[in-house]
C-alpha cells in the first residue's frame, strides 16, 4: 500500500512570511493528493488537492506542486496570517484503484508567530 | 446540505458496554468511511463503504463492527473496547469510492473507553 512521508514535523514562521510543507509517496500509481487543515478540536477540511496530471494548482494564497517523477509534492502558503495556524496533513490513495480511503502524513503543526 | 453529521460528540464506555457511533450524510455520496485519529496523529483508515457494500477493512478487531443501513447513514458498533481504543473516531464520505474524489469529514465522536 501507499506510504506518505511528511516533512517538516513543526514549522514557526513570521507573520507575512510564506511556508512550505513538503511529502513523499511511493505509490507511482497514486494520482490524487490532497491538503487538510486540521485546527485543535476540529475536523480536517480539504484546503487544495491535485490530480497527477496537473504539476501545479493555486487558490488564493495556497499552492500545490506536484513532480511525479520524484514522487513528491509540496503545499505553498504566501503571505501567513495568524489563522493559518493548524495542523496540515498531506495525503494520498490508501491503494491504487478501486475504493480507496486516504493515507495520510504524519502532519506538519504550522505556527505563526506575530 | 454539505456536511457529514456524527452523533454522540462525546461517548464514556466501560470496556464491558456495547455502543454505536452515526454517521449521516445528505449529499448523495455513495462512498462513506471511518477513521481513527489518535492525539497530535493523522487520522488511520479503518473502513471503507462503497455503494452500501464494505469493499476495505484495515485489518480492523472485531470489537469494531460497520454497519452501513442505507446510502446516507453509517454506523460502528463498538463492543468489549480496550482503553487503548480511546480517539476521535472520524466519518467521512465522498461522491464516489475511487481516488481523485474529495472527503468530507463530519466533526468526529470523542471516545473515552474506561
Known amino acids: 500500500g501507499e506510504n506518505v512521508e511528511q516533512h517538516p514535523s513543526t514549522l514557526s514562521v513570521q507573520e507575512g512570511d510564506s511556508a512550505v510543507i513538503k511529502c513523499t509517496y511511493s505509490?507511482?500509481?497514486?494520482?490524487?493528493f490532497p491538503w487538510y487543515k486540521q485546527e485543535l478540536g476540529k475536523r480536517p477540511q480539504l484546503i487544495i488537492d491535485?490530480?497527477?496530471?496537473?504539476g501545479e494548482k493555486k487558490d488564493q494564497r495556497i499552492a500545490v506542486t506536484l513532480n511525479k517523477t520524484a514522487k513528491h509534492f509540496s503545499l505553498h502558503i504566501t503571505e501567513t496570517q495568524p489563522e493559518d495556524s493548524a495542523v496540515y496533513f498531506c495525503?494520498?490513495?490508501?491503494?491504487?484503484?478501486?475504493?480507496?480511503?486516504?493515507?495520510f502524513g504524519k502532519g506538519t503543526h504550522l505556527i505563526i508567530q506575530p | 446540505d454539505t456536511e457529514v453529521t456524527q452523533t454522540p460528540k462525546h461517548l464514556v464506555m466501560g470496556m464491558t458496554n456495547k455502543k454505536s457511533l452515526k454517521c449521516e450524510q445528505h449529499?448523495?455520496?455513495?462512498?462513506m468511511y471511518w477513521y481513527k485519529q489518535k492525539a497530535k496523529k493523522p487520522p488511520e483508515l479503518m473502513f471503507v463503504?462503497?455503494?452500501?457494500?464494505?469493499?476495505i477493512n484495515e485489518s480492523v478487531p472485531s470489537r469494531f463492527s460497520p454497519e452501513c443501513p442505507n446510502s446516507s447513514l453509517l454506523n460502528l458498533h463498538l463492543h468489549a473496547l480496550q482503553p487503548e481504543d480511546s480517539a476521535l473516531y472520524l466519518c467521512?464520505?465522498?461522491?464516489?469510492?475511487?481516488?481523485?474524489?474529495?472527503?468530507?469529514f463530519g466533526p468526529g465522536t470523542r471516545l473515552t473507553v474506561t
Open positions: 467521512a464520505s465522498s461522491q464516489e469510492p475511487s481516488g481523485g474524489y474529495e472527503q468530507y
Open positions: 505509490d507511482s500509481a497514486s494520482n490524487y
Open positions: 491535485i490530480r497527477s496530471n496537473v
Open positions: 495525503a494520498a490513495p490508501i491503494s491504487g484503484g478501486g475504493a480507496d480511503g486516504l493515507t
Open positions: 449529499m448523495g455520496h455513495r462512498a
Open positions: 463503504y462503497s455503494y452500501e457494500k464494505l469493499s
